[in-house]
């Protein structure tokens, strides 16, 4: 080869070498530019965490992931990025921060150590979302549909006709609030029966239980219960609140038992129907003692609200537990919040007793000063229900024509981020609970 053959073979080198690096360089900057959203949930960087699940929930919408850190910084979120989510974020008031993926990268292998309680879980798909409620209840009778139009997650409103009618398989997230399965109106005849509104709720339940084929309001209350059961143990999720916890499982131990008293049904109740009830067909509570007197503003034992003392509203509060995020990822999502400490409120059905939850059922949150389970969940069949004590976590004694909670007020509440906890759990990727 000539020197001159030479001399053009090594500058033809040197160019090829001076592209690559170059084409290195701006795959290097690309690729090191590339980010992505961290929601924080901490107390001390998020100014708005209810309207923070609404975002990740918008996103899931847009059929992309989101991966939930467990335990990292009171639960955060890690979404894709993008001018929209960006937007978006900044428009509802939700604090974020745009880490570069080598950042996310260094925090997600720091979440994975075997040292730390944490761990990432992706979740896929927005959950279809369902509301038990008369048609005409007003939206501030209700914890969850307040928080859920709060946050901006969409929700479909349906009752006895839905139910009924098999229309539970088209949603993965069921509500039930304050509610009455045994029949007996909300056990407000004591107080209430002379007053226009208890004898037009009552009037109306009657015709309604009559349109769908049923002589009684408990029998046709019973056949709603099975349903929801049923829908349980197919593999849906169902969240419950207030009276609908335990009058939920009172109905379905009084299965063909009749322990309505003649001004509820028309007729009397069963001999000795304590003795009948089948603690088996429950979801959560065993061996409670049901309340005999019609005046009396209560269903049974299974409630603390009559046995907790003189609680001073100041120092009313129950505590998170901590799990295992790693070994036990269903609870551990349940309980993120950015504090372990939560302000206690009333409901007609505030605590259980906790001697009658079932031993098959996590206590998740509990004031053990009163011996008071607040929030538990459990397994049924293929699906998961959590019952959670109390009716507004904002409004510590809400009363029949109180006005409603403002949100606005509230955007960080510990206790209504426990309920939309419960919202983004079904989309979750499910992994194999260890313990």
């Given at each position: 080869m000539t020197y001159l053959s030479k001399k053009i073979a090594y500058l033809l080198t040197i160019h090829k070498w001076r592209s690559f690096l170059v084409l290195f360089?701006?795959?290097?900057?690309?690729?090191?530019?590339?980010?992505?959203?961290?929601?924080?949930?901490?107390?001390?960087?998020?100014?708005?965490?209810?309207?923070?699940?609404g975002i990740t929930y918008w996103v899931l919408t847009k059929q992309q992931k989101v991966q939930w850190l467990l335990n990292y910084r009171g639960g955060s979120f890690l979404l894709p990025d993008g001018e929209a989510i960006r937007k978006e974020c900044q428009i509802r008031g939700v604090s974020f921060e745009v880490l570069s993926d080598a950042k996310a990268e260094q925090i997600l292998d720091e979440i994975s150590s075997p040292s730390q309680n944490q761990?990432?879980?992706?979740?896929?798909?927005?959950?279809?979302?369902?509301?038990?409620?008369?048609?005409?209840?007003?939206?501030?009778?209700d914890a969850v549909t307040m928080v859920l139009t709060y946050a901006e997650i969409p929700y479909t409103t349906i009752y006895d006709e839905e139910v009924l009618g098999d229309k539970l398989a088209l949603y993965d997230w069921l509500h039930l609030h304050h509610e009455d399965f045994t029949g007996q109106f909300g056990r407000f005849y004591g107080a209430y029966r002379a007053a226009p509104w208890y004898i037009e709720a009552k009037e109306q339940a009657e015709t309604l239980a009559q349109e769908l084929g049923y002589a009684k309001v408990s029998d046709e209350k019973l056949a709603v219960a099975l349903k929801i059961r049923n829908y349980v143990v197919g593999g849906g999720f169902m969240f419950a609140m207030c009276s609908a916890t335990d009058s939920f499982d009172i109905a379905l131990a009084a299965e063909n038992v009749d322990i309505c008293e003649p001004m509820f049904d028309g007729d009397p109740s069963d001999a000795n129907y304590q003795g009948k009830l089948n603690y088996g067909n429950t979801f959560a509570f065993s061996n409670f003692i049901l309340e005999r007197n019609p005046l009396r503003y209560e269903f049974s034992s299974i409630d603390m609200t009559n046995k907790r003392g003189n609680v001073p509203k100041e120092s009313d509060y129950f505590s998170l537990m901590e799990f295992s995020a790693k070994w036990d990822p269903v609870p551990t999502m349940l309980t993120q919040?950015?504090?372990?400490?939560?302000?206690?409120?009333?409901?007609?059905?505030?605590?259980?007793?906790?001697?009658?939850?079932?031993?098959?059922?996590?206590?998740?949150?509990?004031?053990?000063?009163?011996?008071?389970?607040?929030?538990?969940?459990?397994i049924k069949g293929k699906g998961f229900f959590t019952f959670y004590g109390g009716h507004d976590p904002e409004d510590y004694q809400h009363r029949v024509g109180d006005p409603k909670t403002e949100l606005e007020l509230h955007p960080t509440s510990p206790g209504y981020r426990l309920i939309l906890n419960n919202v983004l759990f079904p989309a979750a990727r499910k992994k194999k609970q260890k313990t």
């Open positions: 360089s701006l795959l290097y900057c690309l690729t090191s530019s590339a980010s992505v959203i961290l929601i924080p949930m901490d107390a001390e960087s998020q100014e708005n965490h209810l309207k923070a699940y761990d990432a879980v992706v979740l896929e798909k927005a959950p279809k979302i369902a509301v038990y409620s008369p048609k005409d209840n007003p939206p501030w009778d919040n950015h504090t372990a400490l939560v302000k206690g409120f009333m409901g007609q059905t505030t605590a259980f007793t906790r001697n009658e939850v079932k031993p098959t059922v996590m206590v998740l949150g509990e004031n053990k000063i009163n011996g008071e389970a607040r929030y538990i969940h459990g």
